[in-house]
């Protein structure tokens, strides 16, 4: 059954391309409103498990992202997304995604969104879409869009979940590629190169992407980060996003 999670903005994009930058500037946005906001990631780093209903109930707003920091999302960060020199497959960690995705819906946005909380979170099932046929595609891997859509935990997010609002922050791969270099804490992530980045850029910003979202409901919003943009300035450019929508 469709149901439209109108108070949940999804924020993706390549890496560096400022998608944590869009959700905090969300964040300090609704608090300015006086709404409190609680920080699911945070939560999840600290104690490793999902917040109970109860840990939130109060609460006007979530702050997410996948992968998530507890169970089968701990150890896509941890193991298989990591540089350690033990590769897994395109599909596995597309099957792994889809796992954690499942979970995370039916165990907290779905509940959440239900209770009429806005629901900011950072990357979905369209990471998946852009990510794992280019990753399968470089490995020479036999690993169609439709089979990873088929996916159990895709399939119930693209067709039953979809995201009200869906941010996409775009930058060229070299702005991306010297964010990386200038961070003092390093993902150490297989995708972080030039040539996947350009990649994904170029799948990200094309036609039947938008469109998949669209068909299904879902409002999309490109916002531009690459350089002179400031922080402060993809913040404003988020923040008019999201009012443009929310007040509609």
């Known amino acids: 059954m469709k149901r439209i999670l109108e108070r949940m903005v999804m924020v993706d994009g390549p890496d560096c391309a400022g998608k944590g930058v869009v959700v905090e500037g969300l964040s300090e946005w609704v608090k300015l409103q006086g709404q409190s906001v609680f920080d699911v990631r945070e939560f ?18 979530l702050l997410t992202c996948e992968p998530t920091y507890a169970w089968t999302g701990l ?4 193991e298989m997304m990591a540089q350690n020199g033990r590769p897994y497959s395109a599909r596995e960690i597309a099957e792994a995604l889809s796992i954690d995705r499942a979970i995370l819906y039916r165990r907290l946005l779905a509940p959440a969104t239900l209770f009429n909380k806005w629901v900011f979170q950072e990357r979905g099932n369209i990471t998946s ?16 869009l439709r089979k990873i859509k088929s996916l159990p935990g895709n399939k119930l997010t693209l067709n039953s979940y979809p995201p009200g609002l869906l941010l996409i922050a775009i930058c060229s791969a070299e702005t ?30 094309s036609r039947w992407l938008r469109r998949m979202y669209e068909s299904r409901g879902t409002v999309v919003k490109y916002i531009n980060t690459d350089n002179p943009s400031t922080e402060e300035d993809t913040k404003e ?6 009012k443009d929508y929310s007040l509609k």
């Open 176 to 205: 991306a590629m010297k964010r990386k270099s200038s961070r003092e804490k390093q993902d150490n992530c297989i995708y972080e190169t030039k040539e996947y980045q350009e990649l994904f850029i170029n799948r990200y910003e």
């Open 129 to 144: 879409f852009v990510y794992q046929p280019i990753h399968a595609k470089v490995d020479g891997e036999n690993l169609s």
């Open 237 to 242: 450019k988020a923040v008019l996003a999201f």
């Open 44 to 61: 999840m780093k600290k104690y490793k498990v999902y917040p109970e209903f109860s840990d939130f109930e109060s609460f006007d707003a």
């Open 75 to 78: 150890g896509l960060r941890d």
